[in-house]
């Protein structure tokens, strides 16, 4: 079974005929607007579908399907999936609101990093969520790799500073920060992350950085917004998306990689630990159609 099997199916192409008319065309239309692939951009992918048949004489449904993922495929190569982990240590910061699986996909990060041969520290820099710091140890202790944390309601910007000392004195490969999940004030989010910044770039000065958004695709358009308001308050590099195998809205994935121009690292399809992998546009394309 493929990775993206687990995917809800919304079998884009499954109830059009054989005839490429204008009817199809508004079908596919509707059909992607329900995948949760946003107005603008089902425009621009279904135009480009018009070119493509056109410039290359396509004739059946199976050869437009065909250009339809190649297509959705090229919307969204924004970036690689890999990770920039150039250097020792690297940093990656895992940023988004309470409930769409941060704690977790850090966890399931770090063990398959672990796996690799790399070693891995956990810090544990959301000290406003009661027994955040906790579940990050429990994964820590699930994917053996060390932790740093301190008490609830510690200053996170302290917690990354003891991480990063202990990434220094440990020899450590990379560290995965885990952040509160805030968004009410992107002001104080901003400033939050300012100061967690600063300390990173004052601690470890060149080291190679990577900020990831973690988004629930069940949360459809809401995902999107999240994602602007996210980019506008801390500049991401990245999006992790989890749940995908919990809707049928994955055309989510594809918004947000045109819209932001920011490339999906990761997907989640599921619970365990390895249902969670470095993302593949083409996969991804061949299964949502």
Known sequence: MGFFDKLKKINIFASFGSELTDDFYDELEESLILADTGMDVTLELVEALRRRVREERIKTMEEARS???????????????????????????????????????????????????????????????????????IWSDRAGVDIIKQHEGADPAAVVFDAMSAAKARK????????????????????????????????????????????DATTGQNGLIQAKQFQEAAGITGIV??????????????????????????????????????????????ALI
């Open 67 to 137: 250009a339809m993922v190649q297509i959705i495929a090229e919307a969204m190569n924004t970036g690689g999936a890999a990770l920039d982990l150039s250097t020792t240590p690297s940093v990656v910061l895992f940023i988004g609101v309470n409930g769409v699986g941060k704690t977790t996909t850090i966890g399931k990060i770090g063990h398959q990093l672990r796996k690799e041969g790399k070693k891995v520290l956990f810090c544990a820099a959301d000290t406003f969520r009661a027994a955040a710091a906790e579940q990050l140890t």
């Open 172 to 215: 450590s490969d990379v560290v995965l920060v885990d952040t509160a999940g805030r968004l009410h004030n992107k002001q104080n989010l901003m400033n939050e992350l300012n100061k967690i910044s600063r300390v990173i770039d004052r601690e470890l000065p060149g080291c190679a950085r990577e900020t990831l958004l973690v988004l």
């Open 241 to 286: 998306l989890t749940k995908l195998d919990g809707t049928a809205k994955g055309g989510i994935a594809i918004a947000i990689a045109k819209e932001l121009g920011v490339p999906v690292k990761y997907a989640g399809v599921g619970e365990s630990v390895d249902d969670l992998k470095p993302f593949n546009a083409a996969d991804f394309a061949q």
